[in-house]
């Protein structure tokens, strides 16, 4: 374990000069005072580094990739098409028209790029006949997810104790409600929660909920003229400039009620991050956070979550129909609802580059991403004989739906998770606290997170 810098900004301004990990090297202008130090920044911590900088504050972003906006992934195809591999819609909420709009970027109505549904055996590459998969009605769907109004916000609104339906294996809330044909549609949407029918509820309806369904089912959801979302996130790194730190990681801290103080690894080298406050907006798993120095209670509470492996990928020289978006169904009699057993290629989308297609591989925990590739490759051959698909783009979009099972969410755990919401001066927003959908985490951080944070 590595040794703590010190007890406290005020107690390391004596003891840490000297200390081997503290900051007795490092010059005045490699200290970086602010009001907020943000750990991640993607959606949620980009998009607060922005609002915390209008309300006047202060504020460094830690990133660990070399951009910002973190599932947002927009990569630039040989015919200079723009093509999305990550986030690529958002619910039509006023933090999203104000959020673009603050950027000038127009929004549109987002419509799914491709044509038509194929749904293919991938096992085999031969489509599945006609009439195997029901046609999805959500009226009946929608009807349960309205009965539990907290689902898009965080999880503060949790009801105690939680209702029993939300706690079930989804598999058994599907029969106890008649979903069957909504089930495979909803397998899909709800890609990265591993074998969905075996996870619990009440993550598949975060993942699908009323307002995603109105977003996706019937065309409410918004999305950049262009469809390229990494414009807004490279015009956000344009303002924040020097207060984003690209390609790097703390490696050390301490946090207390004085403040937080990080070391943190730069591509220009050691800089020391001092804070009012740390907002965290990265994945809070035990081997992610460890250089925040967690005590017994975070590490306790921290060390519950389990996840879930999510890849995707850009690939060209497919030979695929030109606009079709692939489902892999499984219509053997073991598969659940014809959704395919993982690890697997859920499903194919085309893009806005007809040259250009779009893979979605998911797993109920995490694959070496050249397996990852090989099966992907093995399934477009199968769905294309003698083609030679290539990858020209690949992100491992995990940990995905990080979450507790339905005994620890039963016993309370998310009121243990939230106890931590200011503890040590430390903060924390993102997919694992609020939602996976990047309008609800800005709601979040627009109407919770911010009064609390100032
Ligand atoms: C393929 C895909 C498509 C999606 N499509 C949509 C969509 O269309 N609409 C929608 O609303 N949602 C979509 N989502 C959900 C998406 O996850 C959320 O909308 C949102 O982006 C989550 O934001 P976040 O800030 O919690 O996480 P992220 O965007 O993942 O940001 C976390 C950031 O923390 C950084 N990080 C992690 N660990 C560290 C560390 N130790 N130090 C420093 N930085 C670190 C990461 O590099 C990342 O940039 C999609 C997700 C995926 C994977």
Request: glycine share 8%.
């Amino acid at each position: 374990m590595k040794a703590r810098i010190g007890l406290g900004i005020a107690a390391c301004a004596v003891h840490c000069l000297g200390h081997p990990l503290g900051p007795s090297n490092i010059s005045g202008e490699d200290v970086i005072l602010r009001d907020v130090a943000i750990i991640g920044g993607g959606s949620s911590g980009t998009h607060a580094a922005i609002r915390l900088k209008d309300h006047n504050q202060t504020v460094v972003v830690i990133e660990r990739d070399g951009e910002l906006g973190g599932h947002v992934r927009t990569y630039t195809a040989n015919s200079g098409i723009r093509v999305n591999y990550g986030v690529s819609n958002f619910q039509n909420y006023s933090v999203v028209r104000e959020f673009f709009s603050r950027f000038d970027i127009p929004l549109v109505q987002y419509v799914q790029p491709g044509d038509t549904d194929v749904y293919v055996d991938f096992s085999t590459g031969q489509p599945v006949p006609n009439g195997t998969l029901p046609v999805p009605d959500f009226t009946a769907y929608l009807t349960e997810v309205a009965k539990y109004p907290y689902l898009g916000q965080s999880w503060e609104l949790l009801p105690d104790p939680v209702p029993e339906d939300l706690l079930l294996p989804f598999g058994e809330f599907v029969e106890k409600y008649n979903l069957q044909d909504v089930a495979f549609t909803i397998a899909q949407f709800a890609i990265g929660n591993g074998n969905v029918f075996e996870q619990t509820t009440i993550y598949v309806l975060k993942a699908v909920d009323y307002d995603y369904v109105q977003g996706i089912v019937y065309g409410q959801g918004v999305a950049p003229e262009t469809y390229d979302t990494q414009s807004l996130f490279n015009k956000a790194l344009v303002e924040l400039g020097s207060d984003v730190l690209l390609s790097s990681t703390v490696y050390n801290a301490s946090r207390s009620t004085a403040g937080v103080e990080l070391v943190v690894k730069t591509p220009t080298g050691r800089k020391v991050v001092k804070a009012k406050k740390l907002l965290v907006t990265a994945p809070p798993l035990v081997g992610n956070l460890q250089p925040l120095g967690l005590d017994k209670k975070e590490t306790d509470i921290f060390s519950k979550f389990q996840s879930h492996g999510f890849y995707t990928g850009l690939l060209n020289n497919t030979s695929l129909t030109p606009g079709a978006r692939y489902y892999s169904a499984d219509p053997n009699a073991n598969a659940t609802y014809d959704v395919p057993n993982l690890p697997d290629l859920q499903f194919i989308w085309a893009t806005k580059d007809p040259d250009v297609y779009w893979a979605w591989y998911s797993s109920p925990t995490d694959v070496p991403e050249e397996k990852v590739k090989s099966d992907i490759i093995t399934r477009f051959k199968d769905l294309a004989p003698g083609s030679n698909p290539e990858f020209i783009a690949y992100a491992n979009d995990s940990p995905s739906t990080v979450g507790v099972s339905a005994d620890e969410i039963r016993d309370g755990f998310y009121n243990d998770l939230l106890s931590l919401q200011g503890y040590k001066n430390t903060w924390y927003t993102g997919s694992t606290w609020v939602s996976d959908h990047s309008a609800e985490l800005w709601n979040y951080t627009e109407y919770e997170l911010l009064p609390k944070l100032m």
